[in-house]
């Protein structure tokens, strides 16, 4: 009989996919949002020399990227006080969480998340026929406590956590991931997310430890370099654990004028002050038509707020349906009791009109009041 | 004690690298090459419009791009007569195959190649923890009856072949191809790598045959589109082996000014004719500059062309440190007998003007003569 052979690990998955890209959405509903503010992408653009770097390098694209990303790589390490080999670049977060993962979890392994916490993570834990534990939130914030404590019980490899947390927008102070970090299990890895972390408050980063193999730090040009598109994201951590990437990695995988965007997006310290000055600004304004419209936001350390629609998931289901039939592209957490809540990117004024005016609809088709 | 639990395949990787790039070797050397026509880039270029495509997208890199590349799909399938669900991009053709030893290769599982074939389909299958046959080239040829008695002594999964071949350069006939696909043995799929088929004769190609499940052809934009900067490739085949790559890929993997480039390079069909004419002129030059130096080019249906030296593997790769060392940047073959040979890239009139300059010299210093 002809026909592949899988592997027992791909035949036994499931063909789901993490999340429908709001192209997709907009195909389906045969109409173009009106407002993006679904995926946590910068709307307020990257750096304009960014922009023009990579403009500027397009007609070089005939060339390969350079395997290493050298420049990049070089100019993080000097800004974050770690060497080169402390660093290694990749296609954004959720292509360096894909080789993490491979390089450690294999069937009969155990990682450990919280229930709701980034699902292209766990995607990946399954891909690799690893198995997952879930510890539920805290009052909407991850809990390293459980997380630690679940790690410990079931022996775990990997154990991840958002500092800032996604979807909810909550935060831990460096001191409460500093402890986390202190009471790691024997040969557990933690996988600490800081996608979000130029929007955190000072005293949110723990103090960069490579000497300490049991820590990766995930960051990436996607949110405050407003280069989600561009696919570039890095691993800081020590020197043999960065190494060891290399033996799994996709050496010529990133996009040159990537790197070179990057590269230019790093440098522009003023731009980055920018976005956190007008993210802080789309906060408060979310949050005050989340009040206006007798809903409680919660507090933020990234570039969105996670609203409380005060009822359960069934009615945020409806809320967001209404905004998303309205041209409002937003998201929502997957798991209760966070899944009463949705969640808003910060946005240009005029995208948050948009989401102002359609609210009050959203919320009255859903039932409320 | 502290650190990291790598899986056992992982644990017994080497830590090596498929390929050595271009920056890296003239950061060692301390300076650029003059000609850089040892990775099979398009030096010419990618077409003005797909240049243009992607600057005009810049300030929308903050926009994740696509997670089905829809649009290039779309054009991609209804060009080659095919359904958009036979068709998965991904982040070029290394990306691609990754996912495709991912899918079928694991620990027990056999793979076949021939010896000195492409050698990053080689570190996927290791990664993976596969085993690797190696069957020999034949008069300079990659050996489609070897490669199926192999696949069918070892009960392989994988089959690889690159129709043209590189690093030869060399080729086979559709018939041939078609021939040896109806030879696979059952539950053997066929990696049919055809990056270089734009540069190949007409009837290289073997009609597309999307209904049989074991045939997998990868195609790629970073030879005849010029884009190998940009990271597209996509692989065309049945649609539930194309619908596997779903359960593992990265699925907002693509970086979107390069999806968008694609589409754009793929709609130029006057600039592919004019690289095709271009690629021919430089085949034709390097032949030349072979023939004048007392060497001999092979056939080529690829935008490179593969020189015997006339001599052995040390020969050949003293010529080429000598051509490095003068600022040439080639490549060679990495296995006897066919590392008596160096491969050089089709490219524009002055750098081959200084490779013809530097061969005579690296010949002698190489003790040629």
Redesign the interface.
């Known amino acids: 009989?002809?026909?592949?052979?899988?592997?027992?690990?791909?035949a036994a998955?499931?063909?789901t996919?993490?999340?429908?890209?709001p192209?997709?959405m907009e195909?389906d509903r045969g109409a173009p949002f009106i407002a993006?503010l679904g995926?946590n992408?910068?709307?307020?653009?990257?750096s304009p020399k960014?922009?023009a770097a990579?403009?500027g390098a397009?007609?070089?694209?005939?060339?390969?990227?350079?395997?290493?990303s050298?420049d990049l790589r070089h100019a993080l390490a000097g800004d974050l006080g770690v060497a080169p080999e402390n660093i290694v670049v990749g296609?954004?977060i959720?292509?360096l969480l894909?080789s993490t993962v491979?390089?450690?979890?294999?069937p009969d392994?155990h990682v450990v998340t919280s229930d709701g916490a980034y699902p292209?993570f766990n995607f990946h834990v399954a891909?690799y026929g690893g198995t997952l534990h879930k510890v539920p939130y805290r009052d909407d914030h991850e809990d390293p406590d459980a997380l630690i404590a679940k790690a410990r019980e079931v022996d775990a490899?990997l154990v991840y956590i958002a500092n800032p947390d996604n979807p909810m927008g909550t935060w831990h102070s460096a001191d409460r991931i500093q402890a986390m970090i202190n009471a790691?299990p024997?040969?557990c890895?933690l996988v600490l997310d800081e996608a979000y972390i130029e929007f955190a408050p000072e005293g949110t980063a723990p103090p960069m430890d490579v000497s300490?193999?049991?820590v990766l730090r995930f960051r990436t040009f996607?949110k405050a370099h407003?280069?989600?598109?561009?696919?570039v994201g890095y691993v800081i951590g020590h020197v043999d654990?960065i190494?060891?990437y290399?033996?799994?990695r996709?050496?010529?995988?990133?996009?040159?004028?990537?790197q070179i965007?990057a590269l230019a997006a790093w440098a522009d310290r003023d731009w980055l002050s920018h976005i956190q000055t007008e993210v802080a600004r789309a906060r408060a304004r979310i949050t005050d038509i989340a009040t206006e419209n007798g809903l409680t936001a919660l507090p933020s350390a990234t570039n969105f707020v996670t609203i409380d629609c005060g009822r359960d998931g069934d009615f945020a289901r409806a809320v967001l349906q209404a905004l998303l039939a309205r041209g409002i592209f937003v998201r929502m957490p997957f798991v209760a009791p966070e899944d009463r809540c949705i969640r808003v990117s910060a946005g240009p004024p005029g995208m948050l009109d948009a989401f102002a005016a359609a609210l009050p609809h959203a919320l009255k088709e859903a039932g409320h009041g």
Do not use: C
């Not at 407003?226 to 696919?231: E, L, P, Q, S």
């Not at 996709?250 to 990537?258: E, K, L, S, Y």
């Open positions: 009989m002809r026909g592949p052979r899988y592997t027992p690990i791909v998955l499931p063909q996919v993490p999340f429908v890209g192209e997709k195909r993006r995926a992408e910068s709307v307020f653009g990257p960014a922009i990579m403009q397009g007609a070089e694209i005939w060339k390969y990227g350079d395997s290493t050298h296609s954004g959720d292509g894909n491979r390089l450690m979890v294999g392994d292209t891909g490899k790691l024997d040969g890895v300490d193999p049991q996607s407003g280069m989600a598109g561009a696919r654990l190494a060891s290399d033996k799994v996709n050496h010529f995988g990133m996009n040159r004028t990537a965007g």
